[in-house]
């Protein structure tokens, strides 16, 4: 027997979880599209409407347009070798059972170690003079980069670090999608005598198609959201070369206190993840399956 | 000449029950073997072990006279029907069908002919577009089915590959694959629970029970000469009657009649007499009866079950004359097959015959 729960009980049940995302999501969101309209400079009590003049300004300049280009570098380059690397490291792991727990806890301590510390760290490996890496570099005879004021090389040590933070996470997410494929797909391909290379591309990819697609909207936010690591490391420098589009936002809004663009920027940045996200899940209908 | 060859194999899963204590087995060339036994007995695992998809815990293996205990899965060019399918949920049945000849670099005109030439047998040409997902248990199970037979294998295991259809379809299958064996000669182990599917297709029968081989002959012989009572309940439907008679004076008795059983060793104070349905007839003149309990309308003929004392018996009749309960049916037994077992170690007692 089901209790019938008329239209009014329902709509609270459902108002409530809604409250604390209505507080701290549709709120702000409402509150910056409003303020991207405005010349706010962020301190004073003043301000004036400006239309679409932030907009406007914002999508014309210099500035903003090398932090799509460092943007689209920098996510390009992170995300296909976290998926890759990760993707890779699943398959190795899951022929160790048993060391398999602890692996599992030391691939997990860098996605949540918080970033601060972790680029602290790396700053220190990075340093040209005294860091770890360049050492052993000279060591080997191998070129040794003034990594954090070359500006080539500056934006790879960015990639470098969010590759590392977030592969081990991706592999935990792969680990898990190849562990819940039934033992008799393999066997299956080994009865037919498949080759490794063959069981992966045929077999193993398109099963976990599923997680590839959600790691790739994760990431490919999760890159658009990178802060951290930039600003312990580089700043957005040198010359403004690791300057993301995040970056930028912050850089206006914080340290020239122009909160129109730097909102406008950020409504920007929304729609931009917004259609990311949008076309992966329109693109998995063909090769995704479930 | 045998070409799989199993000597004293020991299969034990990890830390669990042993499966197999000392298992041997031959497998001729050419021949349909059906291995049939209850449900849990071994018979995937058997099965699995001659794919290479299991290894034994002691013993040898040979294939076609190598020694193949280290050789994988994929090195032994076996197909392989398995009992849960196995489809690839990301491909088309065609796809399913053909993949292992796309794999091993066949050419895209002799895929197609082939994946044709199953789909039509298995009926399943309307499905070909179709994904597992989309598929009824029989349908996947005869994709499967057809992924194994478009391969040109020397030797096809088939665990169970009828078990999820209907009667009329299995029947027709049954058929088919009878005269696919006769067409390609090829080896075939076939892994059922169903007897019928033993007693029709099987060259050989191998019957397994608790991971030990009761017997392993002909459909004929098994039906006829059960080795011991295991295999004469289980092949046969109705099974085989299996009645206690003890001696008395010297005679064994049966309902306080004496049979005239001759040869049975002299310390034997008990016995089993195993007789068909269709070996026990009515009739108005004999002592032993029985009372009538139910009867099973076959359409043909009919099984007329009830007890004889104490104990279960059936007969078979196919003269349509009309039975009722309670009714005393005078019995008589066909003597021209003589199945005996000792009860205590329920194997058949080989020299006893009726007089
Ligand atoms: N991977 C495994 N680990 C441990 N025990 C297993 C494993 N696979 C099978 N067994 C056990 O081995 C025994 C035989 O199993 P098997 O699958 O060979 O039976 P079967 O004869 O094929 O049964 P069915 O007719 O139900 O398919 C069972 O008792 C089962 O519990
Ligand atoms: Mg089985």
Redesign the interface.
Known sequence: MAIKPNKWTLLLFLAIPLIPLAVFWIFPLLVSIWLSFTDWDYISPTFHYVGLNNYTQLLSSHDFQAAVGHTLYYTVFSVIPIIVIGFLLAVLLNRLKYTYKFIQSLLFAPWVTPMIGMAIVWSWIFNSQIGPLNQVLHALHLPAPQWLSNPQAAMWTIIIVTIWKNVGWAALFYGDAISKIPRSLFEAADVESLSIWQKITHVLIPLVSPTTLFLFIVEILDCLQAYDQITVLTQGGPAGATRTLLYLYYELGFKQFQMGSATALSIVILVVAAILSFIAIRLSRHHVYY | MAIIELKHVRKQYDKGETIFNDLNLSIQEGDFTVIVGPSGCGKSTLLRIM???EQVSGGEIYIADKLENDV????R????V?Q?Y?L???MTVAKNIG??LK??GAKKAVIKEKVQNAAEMLDLTAYLDKYPADLSGGQMQRVALG?AIV?DSKIYLMDEPLSNLDAKLRATMRVELTKLHRQMQATTVYVTHDQTEAMTMADRIIVLYEGVIQQTGTADEIYTHPANTFVASFIGIPPMNLLQASRQDGEFCLAGQPLNISKVPADQTDLIIGLRPEDISPTFDSPIAMTVDVVENMGADQYVHGTLGAQPIVFRDSSHTHYHQGQSVGLHFNRHISNFYDPQTTQRLEEATWQ
């Not at chain 2, 994988?72 to 090195?75: L, Q, R, T």
């Not at chain 2, 060019?77 to 392989?80: G, L, Q, R, S």
């Open positions: 794919a290479g998809l994988p899965a994929k090195k060019n076996i197909a392989m398995f849960n196995a690839y949920p990301h993949f292992g794999m091993r992924r391969r």
